[in-house]
């Protein structure tokens, strides 16, 4: 069975920065795509970023360029890095994988962590 382990987050000020960890040793990033979704209490969970196979990447338009999304392929490690973060960000982060080709949607991954909770306040 495939297990995502997700590490960082916690509570910061807004301005503030925050990484997101997330690794995988039973598949490898070179052959999955990566990706980071949130969900807020209430509202349904939504895509960061993700970041695919061939190290292209996509993000959510109210992240960009705050947010980079980054993988290692040799520690097979993917990471979340987090700045200038606002109290519209607090939520809780999940890491997921799916297909090389797949759609930046929770439908399309395949695997995921079990969310580690992002706290901004102002």
């Known amino acids: 069975q495939v297990q995502v382990v997700q590490s960082g987050g916690g509570r910061v000020q807004a301005g503030e920065f925050l990484t997101l960890s997330c690794t995988t040793s039973e598949l490898s990033f070179e052959d999955y795509s990566g990706a980071w979704f949130r969900q807020a209490p209430g509202k349904t969970r939504e895509g960061v970023a993700v970041?695919?196979?061939?190290?292209?990447?996509r993000y959510a338009s109210s992240v960009k360029g705050r947010f980079t999304i980054s993988k290692d392929n040799a520690e097979n490690i993917m990471c979340l890095q987090m700045n200038s973060l606002r109290p519209e960000d607090t939520a809780t982060y999940y890491c997921?994988?799916?297909?090389?080709?797949?759609?930046?949607?929770?439908?399309?991954?395949?695997?995921w962590g079990k969310g580690t909770l992002v706290t901004i306040s102002s």
């Open positions: 997921a994988a799916g297909p090389k080709y797949c759609l930046f949607n929770p439908g399309s991954m395949d695997y």
């Open positions: 970041i695919y196979y061939d190290g292209s990447t």
